[in-house]
C-alpha cells in the first residue's frame, strides 16, 4: 500500500504547474549538469539536432525495399518538421522583449496591457502557456473605502440593468416587421440650445466647457487651453507643441497650407419674410453702400457672402460689436408650414449669421430684440453645434480641399455644377485670385472613403494655354449660372450627414476592393452637405486668401483626418495652427485680429483686462532684482517713472476716466453644471472707449475742416518702424512734440520741452532715389564728406588724410544728446495711444506692429502739423517700449 500524502501535497500535485519543465537532454547530446548558460546550451542544441535514418535499412539483399525507404523518408521529414518548430520556440523572445528598448515594460511582463497592440495577442497567448499570473481588475479587491463603495454602486447598477433588460419583450408580435428611425434633434427657436452630450467617459471634463470636434486629435499636438480656464466656453488649442513660427510664415507665404479647426465661430440661422430680414440686418449695421441695391443681388441670391461689422443702437450712436459674415439660402421654402398664417406674396428666407463667440451673447440679443419688433415676426435658431468650420490657408490650400473633398454624384457619374467648377480649380494656388467671398456649396461623400488621401494631378504651371483657360474660368466664374445646394439650411439634411458608418463597416469595404481602387459607393451612404467661402485679405488683393469650410458639426472630423494627411505637391502636409498662428497669419498680413486688437468694443477690452491679469501675475512671480521697477524708470528731463501701469494699455489714464479695478474678470460665474443651456462667454466688462470703423477714421483724417470729436473715441493704426528696432505689447505711442515756442524775455515761468521735433526729425532716413556717386577723380568727390566706395586706395588713404586735418578736433568725451544718442521722448501730453500688438515681421524683415490712438489726439496733431505746413510729418511717431526709455521713430497707417 502506498504511503499516505498529506493535504497540501495533495493540493500542490493537483495545481498546474507555475512555469514548464526545464528541457532535458536528448539521447544523442552531452550530459551537462551545469545549470544557468549550459542548460541553455543544451536547449540550443537539442533544437538545431534533426535525427535521422541510415539509408541501408531500405536495401534488401542489394534491392530497394520501397515501403521501408518510404517509411525511412516519412521519418525524417517529420523530424525536420519538428525541428524546425523546437528551433522556431527555443530561439524566440517573448512578446514583451519585441518591442524597442524605449518601449520596454520589462517590469510588467505580466500585464498583456503594457505592450503594444500589434502584440497584445501573442502575449496572452504565452502567459497562458507559461501559465503566468496576470493581472485582472475586475477581480481585484479594492484598496480604499471609496473604491470599495464605487465596486458595490456599480455591482448595483448592473442588477438593475440587467433586471430592466429581462423585462423587456424579446421576440415581440410583429416586432421584426417594425423599422424605427433615429429621431431628429430638436432645435429651440429664438432660445439658446444645448451643446452636444458628450460620452460619458469625457463627461465630466466638458462640465464647464465644451470640446471642438477635434479636440482629441489637437490635445495629443497642441496645448490646449487651461480646463479651469477655457476661452469662450470652449477648449481652444492656442499653439503648436514644436516649434512653429517660422514654419507657418513659411506655408502660408511660399508653400505648403496651414489649417484651423473653428468651429468655435457661433452661427445663428434667421428666418422670415425678406423684408423683415432687411430690417433686422439694417438695424445692426449691415447696410454697405448698395448692399441692398443693384450691387448686392449675387449677396442675396446666396452666390456671395459679405463680411463687415456689426453694431447696435444706443440713442443716436451707433456701438460697433464685432465681424461677422451673412450669408443668404439661394431658395425660398413655403410659408403655409409655419405657425403663423403669412401671405404668400412675402416669400420667407432663411440666412446664416456667423460671428465671433466672444461676441456672441450681444449679438444673440440685439437680433432677438429686433426681430420681436417686426410682424410677422422673424425667428432665430441657435446652431453653433450644429455647424463646424475649418480653415485653411495658403498656396497648397485649394490642392488639399480637392484631394480630400470628393463630391458626391448626383446620378451616375453626373455631378452638381458647383461640384464641376470645384474640381476645375486644380492648379489655383491663391484663393483670392476667386471673385471675392464667392460661395460654393455642394455635397460630398464620406472622406474616410477616400483616406488615406492621394496626392492629385495638377496642370503644368509653365502651359500657357491652360493657365489662360483657367482665367478664363475665374473671369467668367461658372457657379453663377446656378443656384447653390441650400442642404446645409434645412435640419433634416444635416441629420442625415451626420449618421455616418462605423469605422469597422469603413474598413471592411476597403478590404473587399481590388488593389489600388477606392471602396464603392452605396446607397445608404449619406450626403454629407458642404459649403465653400473663399475669402480675400482686406491688406492687399495679393495677399494669401482664405478658405472656409461649413459642415455639419460631426462631420468635422472626418474631413480634418483626411486634411492633415494629404500630401501636398510642394512636399509634406498641411500644418495645423493654434490661435497664436492664427494671429500672426493676421499680424503679417497686416490685419488686426480680432478682439485683441480692437480694445473700443467690449470683447476687446475683456481681452485687454485679461491680458493685464496675466502680464501682472508674471511680473509679481519674478524676484525684485529681475523685475523691471515702473516707480524708477528714468524718462530724462528729471521725470521718473512709468506712464500708467507698465503691464497695461492703460487706455483709461488716456482718455482720462477711472481704471479698471485689477480684480474683475471678464468670465461669466454662472454653474454650467446645473445649467440646461449653454450660456456662452458673458463679457461683463464695459469698454471705456469707443471703436471708430476705417471708413469714418480715414474720411476725418482726409477732411480739411476738423470739427470737436469725443475723447473716448479710438482707432486702429499700423506701425511700420523706420529705424531698427522692435515694438512690443503694451509700448507707447507719441506723436511728434510741438515746435519749441518763441523766447518771451518777460516770462520766467517757462521751462524748455525735453526734446524738440527738429531733433526726432534729423533720425528720417535719406531718400532711396540718390543721385549716383560722382567720378572720385572730380571736383565733387572731393567736397563729399563720405569717400565714394570705387576710390582707389592710395587716394583714399589721401582724403582721409585731408578730412582728419580740416575739420575741428572732436571733444572726448563726445556729448551726446538724450540717451545714448537717442532723443528724449515727448511728455505725457503728446501720449496718443498704444500698442496691442508688436514684434519681428517675416514678410517685411523689419518692426511692424498694431496700435489703438486716441482720435482726438491725433487729430489735433494733424491740425498742428498742417498749421506748420509739414503734412508728412503728421503721419510719424514714437514708440517707446514699456519699461524702456528709448524711443523709436515710426509711420503709421488706418487698418
Not at 239 to 258: C, D, I, L
Not at 532 to 551: D, K, M
Not at 795 to 815: D, E, I, K, S
Request: aromatic share 6%; hydrophobic share 35%.
Amino acid at each position: 500500500m502506498p504511503p499516505k500524502t498529506s493535504m497540501a501535497e495533495s493540493a500542490t500535485l493537483s495545481r498546474p504547474q507555475k512555469r514548464k519543465d526545464p528541457p532535458q537532454p536528448s539521447s544523442n547530446s552531452q550530459n551537462i549538469t551545469s545549470k544557468g548558460r549550459g542548460m541553455k546550451r543544451v536547449k540550443i542544441h537539442d533544437a538545431r539536432s534533426i535525427l535521422a535514418q541510415n539509408a541501408d535499412a531500405a536495401l534488401n539483399k542489394g534491392e530497394l525495399d520501397l515501403p521501408s525507404f518510404l517509411k525511412a523518408r516519412e521519418f525524417e521529414i517529420r523530424a525536420l518538421e519538428d525541428g524546425m518548430q523546437k528551433s522556431k520556440a527555443r530561439l524566440s523572445r517573448r512578446a514583451f522583449q519585441q518591442v524597442p528598448r524605449d518601449m520596454r515594460r520589462r517590469t510588467a511582463s505580466h500585464n498583456v496591457k503594457k505592450v503594444p497592440n500589434r502584440l497584445r495577442n501573442r502575449a496572452a497567448r504565452e502567459m497562458e502557456d507559461d501559465n503566468t499570473p496576470t493581472v485582472d481588475r475586475s477581480k481585484r479587491k479594492p484598496a480604499t473605502s471609496r473604491g470599495r463603495l464605487r465596486a458595490e454602486t456599480a455591482k448595483r447598477l448592473g442588477i438593475l440593468a440587467a433586471g430592466k433588460r429581462s423585462l423587456k419583450p424579446q421576440n415581440g408580435i410583429g416586432a421584426a416587421d417594425v423599422h424605427t428611425r433615429a429621431a431628429c434633434p430638436k432645435i429651440r427657436t429664438d432660445k439658446l440650445n444645448t451643446p452636444p452630450r458628450p460620452v460619458s467617459k469625457f463627461r465630466k471634463r466638458q462640465i464647464h466647457k465644451t470640446w471642438l470636434p477635434t479636440h482629441l486629435w489637437h490635445a495629443k499636438r497642441a496645448r490646449m487651453t487651461e480646463p479651469r480656464n477655457p476661452l469662450w466656453r470652449f477648449a481652444i488649442p492656442t499653439t503648436s507643441t514644436e516649434k512653429s513660427y517660422r514654419p507657418t510664415h513659411r506655408a502660408v507665404g511660399a508653400r505648403g497650407a496651414v489649417a484651423w479647426d473653428t468651429s468655435y465661430m457661433s452661427t445663428i440661422r434667421l428666418e422670415g419674410p425678406v423684408e423683415n430680414l432687411e430690417k433686422v440686418l439694417r438695424g445692426v449695421g449691415v447696410d454697405a453702400p448698395g448692399i441692398w441695391e443693384h450691387k448686392g443681388e449675387r449677396w442675396r441670391a446666396g452666390k456671395r457672402g459679405w463680411t463687415g461689422w456689426l453694431s447696435r443702437k444706443n440713442k443716436d450712436d451707433a456701438i460697433p460689436i464685432g465681424p461677422a459674415t451673412v450669408i443668404w439660402c439661394s431658395t425660398e421654402i413655403d410659408s403655409t408650414n409655419e405657425g403663423d398664417p403669412i401671405p404668400k406674396k412675402r416669400p420667407i428666407r432663411r440666412l446664416f449669421l456667423r460671428t465671433h463667440p466672444a461676441v456672441f451673447l450681444e449679438t444673440w440679443d440685439t437680433l432677438l430684440q429686433l426681430s420681436k419688433l417686426q410682424r410677422p415676426m422673424v425667428h432665430l435658431e441657435d446652431l453653433r453645434f450644429e455647424i463646424g468650420s475649418i480653415s485653411i490657408t495658403g498656396p497648397g490650400s485649394t490642392e488639399a480641399l480637392l484631394g480630400v473633398l470628393h463630391p458626391y454624384p448626383k446620378s451616375g457619374d453626373i455631378l452638381e455644377s458647383h461640384a464641376q467648377t470645384f474640381q476645375s480649380l486644380a492648379g489655383i494656388t491663391n484663393p483670392g485670385s476667386l471673385p471675392s467671398d464667392a460661395i460654393l456649396s455642394f455635397s460630398i461623400m464620406d472622406p474616410r472613403l477616400r483616406y488615406p488621401p492621394r496626392r492629385i494631378t495638377l496642370p503644368d504651371s509653365n502651359d500657357e494655354k491652360t493657365n489662360f483657360e483657367l482665367l478664363e474660368m475665374l473671369s467668367a466664374w461658372p457657379a453663377d449660372t446656378s443656384n447653390p445646394l441650400p442642404d446645409l439650411f434645412e435640419r433634416r439634411m444635416r441629420f442625415e450627414a451626420t449618421r455616418l458608418p462605423a469605422q469597422k463597416s469603413i474598413n471592411r469595404r476597403k478590404s473587399q476592393a481590388l488593389p489600388g481602387s477606392y471602396a464603392s459607393i452605396l446607397p445608404t451612404d449619406p450626403r454629407i452637405p458642404v459649403m465653400l467661402l473663399a475669402s480675400r485679405s482686406a491688406s492687399s488683393a495679393s495677399a494669401q486668401g482664405t478658405w472656409t469650410l461649413l459642415a455639419p458639426w460631426k462631420c468635422i472630423l472626418s474631413v480634418w483626418y483626411g486634411l492633415v494627411h494629404h500630401p501636398l505637391s510642394s512636399g509634406g502636409n498641411p500644418r495645423f495652427g493654434g490661435l497664436d498662428e492664427l494671429r500672426q497669419v493676421h499680424f503679417e498680413h497686416g490685419v488686426p485680429w480680432f478682439p485683441a486688437d480692437y480694445p473700443g468694443t467690449d470683447a476687446g477690452f475683456a481681452w485687454e483686462a485679461a491680458e493685464r491679469e496675466r502680464r501682472k501675475r508674471e511680473w509679481e512671480s519674478r524676484p525684485k532684482g529681475k523685475r523691471t521697477e515702473w516707480e524708477s524708470l528714468d524718462l530724462g528731463a528729471a521725470r521718473k517713472g512709468e506712464i500708467g501701469r507698465g503691464w497695461a494699455c492703460d487706455f483709461e489714464r488716456l482718455v482720462g476716466v477711472a481704471p479698471l479695478a485689477e480684480c474683475t474678470k471678464s468670465i461669466d460665474t454662472q454653474d454650467t453644471e446645473n445649467s440646461s443651456v449653454a450660456q456662452p462667454e458673458k463679457v461683463n466688462i464695459k469698454s471705456p472707449i469707443t471703436h471708430l470703423g476705417y471708413q469714418n477714421f480715414t474720411t476725418l483724417l482726409s477732411s480739411h475742416d476738423i470739427g470737436p470729436t469725443p475723447s473716448s473715441q479710438v482707432a486702429t493704426i499700423r506701425l511700420t518702424l523706420i529705424t531698427r528696432g522692435i515694438a512690443s505689447p503694451c509700448a507707447r505711442i507719441y506723436r511728434l512734440p510741438p515746435p519749441p515756442p518763441t523766447a518771451d524775455p518777460s516770462s520766467t515761468t517757462s521751462s524748455p520741452p525735453p526734446t524738440t521735433r527738429a531733433e526726432w526729425l534729423s533720425h528720417l532716413p535719406p531718400p532711396s532715389k540718390t543721385k549716383p556717386l560722382p567720378n572720385p577723380k572730380s571736383k565733387a568727390a572731393k567736397d563729399l564728406g563720405r569717400i565714394p566706395l570705387n576710390t582707389p586706395i592710395p587716394q583714399r588713404v589721401r582724403l582721409l588724410a585731408q578730412a582728419l586735418l580740416q575739420g575741428p578736433a572732436p571733444t572726448y568725451p563726445a556729448v551726446k544728446n538724450g540717451l545714448d544718442g537717442h532723443p528724449l521722448v515727448p511728455n505725457e501730453e503728446d501720449l496718443i495711444g498704444f500698442v496691442t500688438t508688436g514684434e519681428f515681421n517675416l514678410a517685411e524683415g523689419k518692426g511692424v506692429a498694431i496700435g489703438t490712438v486716441a482720435v482726438a489726439k491725433v487729430l489735433e496733431g494733424l491740425k498742428r502739423d498742417r498749421g506748420l505746413g509739414a503734412k508728412k510729418d503728421g503721419r510719424l511717431c514714437i514708440v517707446r517700449n514699456a519699461g524702456e526709455s528709448i524711443g523709436r521713430l515710426a509711420r503709421w497707417e488706418a487698418v
